[in-house]
């Protein structure tokens, strides 16, 4: 079946470090893809998302690139800052009408 | 614009009590769905609706069930709480019809069974 597999946190970083927070995918076909972010006491908020191969998806800093040949999308930020110590989620989904599959979240926690 | 709202924030039950959760979007959305969030799992779907008047098993939906009342309600309900459903819950929607088609989420509800 379709899986998303994401690194395990927490992570914990400087402010102003390089983040990378990886994501692979088991599918057949070509999903969407998605990170979301969660912050404490909140539901899950949209970040990115890419809909085919080489798409980069892009928002606030973080950048995705859907990569079929390694089934990957990988979340990256050039330099974190505190505010964005979160639980980052990666999904998949196959058509509009199915429900997204997520993978099992990521804490980040981003130091000054 | 409220989004998703859910109700109650809070709640706690003891083992057999029944409730109900309340989810309403104001989006126009024509999918709704029901995930519980647990340390360590990520987020696992329940139920979800498709379209008004269609819903559908996710991949925990033992112990609950769903009414799609109209378009802009999804309610879920606990017949007979358990310890096990103590958990985060959260309802989302989205438009439908496309892959990438993101969902919005509310708040969530935090329930406790004791």
């Known amino acids: 079946g379709n899986s998303v597999t994401q690194m395990e946190g927490p992570v914990t970083l400087s402010e102003e470090a390089f983040l990378t927070i990886n994501c692979t995918y088991t599918a057949t076909g070509y999903p969407s893809l998605f990170w979301y972010v969660q912050y404490p006491g909140e539901g899950l908020q949209l970040l990115l998302k890419a809909t085919k191969a080489d798409d980069k998806g892009s928002n606030k800093g973080f950048e995705a690139t859907y990569r079929k040949e390694t089934t990957s999308f990988h979340l990256e930020k050039g330099s974190v800052q505190v505010s964005d110590s979160a639980v980052y989620f990666c999904a998949l989904r196959y058509s509009g009408n199915t429900p997204l599959v997520f993978g099992k979240g990521t804490r980040l926690s981003v130091i000054a | 614009n409220a989004g998703v709202t859910q109700t109650p924030k809070f709640q706690v039950l003891k083992t057999g009590q029944s409730m109900t959760l309340q989810c309403a979007q104001d989006m126009n959305h024509n999918s709704m769905y029901w995930y519980r969030q647990d340390p360590g799992m990520g987020l696992r779907l329940i139920y979800y609706s498709a379209s008004e008047g269609t819903t559908d098993k996710g991949e925990v939906p033992n112990g609950y069930n769903v009414s799609r009342l109209n378009k802009r309600e999804f309610s879920l309900r606990l017949e007979s709480a358990a310890p096990s459903q103590t958990s985060v819950y959260f309802c989302?929607?989205?438009?439908?019809?496309?892959?990438?088609?993101?969902?919005?989420f509310g708040n969530g509800t935090r329930l406790t069974v004791t």
């Open positions: 989302a929607s989205s438009e439908g019809g496309q892959p990438n088609s993101p969902l919005h």
